[in-house]
């Protein structure tokens, strides 16, 4: 039997004036999967519970999902709400955070945010500007807690400081077992001066899975349709670091991989033998309608998770890139375009924090000592630990 939780913004509905939502000029930073238990988008059910919205915001991908990732999204009236609707999401770094003169006419801002519980899904950091804007400007800011959909289980090495990005503002683990507002207490313990507010969920436990509760599922953003998607994507988006198609332009992104080259049996039975936990593998064969070989036939394999807690996202990921590079290494190659706004350091040293486990592929290590190089440090552990120590979770 599924867990009865109600989120944040259920809880906001049920009472608006007990969380001072009424009688003032307020924000909505908001996207797709910002819905209520009865699936209505947060600006249509606030606007019907009497908050007076005058203004909307949207992350990457924009307020209704429609833009693929790394795609300005330029501001805009909301056709469905009428409402001005800004992107947090340009050509530039500084798009990023919202711009002074469009918080000087709000009382408060709302953030309803679903995030998926990895450090490179940019969410989490677009709440954490708008919550520090807020703090900056004087603004009430009223962030309304979502659960983390793969849990409280934690996977991946530190953040070093030389490759903060936007898929890493904060040193968090790969795979962080947060809430989005546990990742901002996280912040705050780190430094940030934030004081924003949080309305908590009800019912929510922790090490439970999404699909283990009530709360509802909906695409955060166009290549995150399912909570499959979500389980895998802490090692997979790895793929975005390199030559290899993480499966956009199908149906089944980050679940299936591959490239022309890929020789599949040989990959397949070279990760076969690493014994990874939780997880078989597919042959199989593909043609993307869009991004990295488009329109070209690849090949590759899809991953089945057989037992999601054993399952490790991270090591998987990366046992990919560490078995491609060893099987093709005359086709395989790094990212070597800008990625999310840095032009002068890898994609994949992003992703991964550091330039260590690139390094290591490279020179031809052995899978163990990348693994190894994929640990959690214990100081770290203990910060993400003190961060889970919150009320966020409500009532039970």
């Known amino acids: 039997m599924r867990r009865t939780c109600l989120t944040g913004l259920d809880r906001l509905l049920l009472d608006p004036a007990r969380f001072g939502a009424l009688g003032c000029r307020a924000g909505l930073l908001g996207h797709p999967a910002s819905v209520s238990a009865r699936f209505e988008h947060a600006a249509d059910a606030l606007l019907a519970a009497g908050v007076n919205l005058v203004r909307l915001f ?38 990023l955070r919202p711009k ?3 918080l000087a006419d709000l009382d408060l801002v709302i953030i309803d945010l679903q995030d998926v519980g990895s450090r490179y899904y940019t969410y989490i950091y677009t709440a954490l500007f708008m919550a520090e804007a807020c703090a900056k400007a004087g603004v009430r800011c009223l962030l309304l807690d979502r659960p983390n959909p793969i849990g409280d289980a934690v996977e991946g090495p530190a953040l070093l400081p030389a490759f903060r990005s936007f898929v890493g503002w904060l040193n968090l683990p790969t795979r962080h077992g947060l809430t989005t507002a546990e ?15 949080v309305v908590p969920m009800e019912g929510y436990s922790a090490h439970l899975w999404m699909d283990d509760h009530t709360a509802p599922w909906v695409l955060p953003s166009p290549n995150m349709p399912t909570l499959d998607t979500a389980l895998v994507y802490p090692g997979m988006c790895l793929l975005e670091g390199t030559n290899i198609s993480e499966g956009r332009g199908t149906t089944r992104p980050f679940e299936i991989f591959g490239a022309p080259f890929v020789n599949a049996p040989a990959l ?36 089945h998770v057989t037992d999601r807690q054993a399952y490790r996202p991270l090591l998987t990921g990366a046992a990919i890139v560490w078995a491609i590079s060893r099987l093709h290494p005359d086709h395989f190659a790094w990212r070597s375009d800008a990625y999310e706004f840095v032009d002068d350091i890898p994609a994949i ?29 214990a100081e770290l552990l203990a910060a993400v630990t003190a961060a889970r120590r919150s009320e966020y979770h409500g009532p039970r």
């Open 58 to 95: 949207g992350p990457e991908h924009g307020l209704r999902g429609e833009a693929q990732y790394m795609e300005a999204v330029g501001h805009e009236v909301d056709p469905l709400t009428g409402l001005e609707s800004v992107s947090l999401y340009g050509a530039e770094i500084d798009d």
């Open 183 to 197: 990742v901002l207490t996280f912040a705050r313990q780190q430094g940030w001066e934030l004081t924003h507010e």
């Open 100 to 102: 002074a003169e469009q």
């Open 268 to 303: 397949a039975a070279l990760l076969e033998s690493l014994h990874l936990p939780g997880v078989c593998w597919r042959r199989c064969a593909f043609v993307p309608t869009f991004d990295k070989f488009t329109k070209e036939r690849c090949y590759g394999l899809g991953i």
């Open 349 to 377: 040293d992003l992703l991964f924090g550091s330039d260590e486990p690139r390094r290591l592929i490279d020179a031809g290590a052995p899978f163990g000592d990348l693994a190894a190089a994929l640990e959690t440090p």
